[in-house]
DNA sequence: CTCCTTCCATACGCCTCCGTATGGAGGATG
DNA sequence: CATCCTCCATACGGAGGCGTATGGAAGGAG
């Protein structure tokens, strides 16, 4: 919020792109606005214009930029571990934690969970949930579980990641904290990753 | 959307809250908007600041209508079967199911979800979801799970139930349709509902 | 030094929504 | 029949957001 006082070049489409996912994590869709964004960024709609053709080309690129970098990171945590079991678990693990970030990571899903229907939401958040849903099933297939119930787990795992991360934004309250959460997750994820034979 | 045609006489209190209540469902909080509400009620903002203060008051009287037809919901399904095994797959196998429900149920779940951090909104959610997943542990330990256990157990299946939600509504493509939705569902149940000696 | 390109501020019109003011139709009541 | 109370339509002012028009500063090219 607080970070316009160094520079005082010109500013680049990447500054706007930037203070426009700030803004969705921290307020939404809605919270892409052009003015509030010009006033934050200490200039006008005049440079915006001149960057963007309109907001929906912002929000376009806001969009992209997220995908792009959630990708990356996904990717990064993906092969840390040799085995399957352990590699399924750090993963869990990291995303199931990783939701207290109130601004870089996990409050974009939410937001754009929020406002799914979006003529250019819905595309970029079903691209990034079946990348994730297929990797997660590909997982439990090297677990040893058939392809159907494979993507069984993986549905189920993802709707916890999904609902854990509503329920950690909307009503913390509820939720544990500290070492209880961490302890929480732990079993959480027992359950999650537990094969019956 | 259409049923304005019979009645001609005057607009009760009662007529804006449901109103409010199906925009809430269909658009979210947003759409709670006095013009538009009074547009497609065939009437005019004169008649909803004679019944309503302004337009906070409109959607606290639609948030505590749905806390209040939530809970009989929740209540009415509750005690149908003797045993606490059958009672808790019921339960759930309702509530996964019932996300369906593109106006009545699932989707105010979601609009408030989506807009949990407004002041009037929280507050009731808060409330319903420490009702629900009161009501969740206490099956869980009636099943026999220590009362920590229990509670792990009740965020689990209740994140996943917010999340099936989600994914059900944000990209439905990803999730099974028809007969293998509800063996998807059973599955579903069966993980969350095994107890490891 | 001049000109042209890049980048942006200012100012405008438009739309949508909120909330208020005011007056009026129509049934109830005496 | 006159009056009052209920319910609502019309009209207004204001705030905030989008997009456009226009002019101007600032630096490189010639």
Redesign the pocket.
Known sequence: MAMAAGKRE??SANDWTAAALDALARGGLGA?????L?KAL??????F???F????ALIAAALERWEQRDTERVIATTDQAPEVATRLRNLLRLVFTAVLGDTGTGSVELALQATATHPLVAPTLARVTERRLDYLTSLFTELGLSRARARDRGLLAYAAFLGHAQLMHSTPALVPTGRALSGHIDRLIETLTTIED
Chains 1, 2 share one sequence.
């Open positions: 010109s500013l892409i606005a052009v003015e509030p010009a200490g200039a006008t709609k005049g440079s214009y001149w960057h053709a309109d907001r929906n």
